[in-house]
């Protein structure tokens, strides 16, 4: 028989998870035989790699998918406990004007703690955080509004206050936030009752008297 006849034996074993396969070849005088096995080898690890590394991205956006509801579920956690924690809306309110003495427009409850609005004597706005557990007050910075004006014409003559609207409201369910409606000259509340409904209220600025929202009741 002629020298360049080329004798191969290939045994290739194919594993069914990973993909890969290993072959040897043996020749005389041409190795070309054995550089393609190599080659093909070499191609299906590499296969093989590429479908680990695909599932690992996959499973590292799985966790930050997952990362991201817990943190979404923490912000309501976070809400949910202070809606139900010791410090009322009216608490809130005069631990805000202790810390800034003024005349407090408006609290509301977010990202769990209580944000409150205090108009102050130079009739400069300022935001006082108070924690919802506590009481105690988190910081305080300057708010920007300037709409000083218009929210003291609103109060001039009105004898309820910030936290006595809270407390009026509060028969209607957990207060959440009240606010000036310098528009409308009265107090807006939210409550939120223990099933989780959420119902908007008006607090008369002489009187005290709470009433159904008129945009809520038509909603209904």
Known sequence: MK?????????????????????LAVSGDDDRGASVARAEARAGDDDGRDDDRDDRNEDRDDRDDRGEDRSDDRGDDRDERAVSGDVTAAEALAAALKHTPGTAVAAELDDGAWEVDVLGGDDGRHSVRVDPGSGKV???SADDEDDAREV???LKGSSVTAGEAARAAAGKGVVTSVELDDDDRGWEAETRASGGGERDWRVDLGSGKVTADRDDSDDD
């Open 138 to 140: 988190l910081g305080a």
């Open 152 to 154: 003291r014409a609103a």
């Open 3 to 23: 020298r360049n006849i080329v004798i191969a034996v290939v045994t290739a074993a194919a594993l069914v998870g990973g993909g890969t396969a290993t072959a």
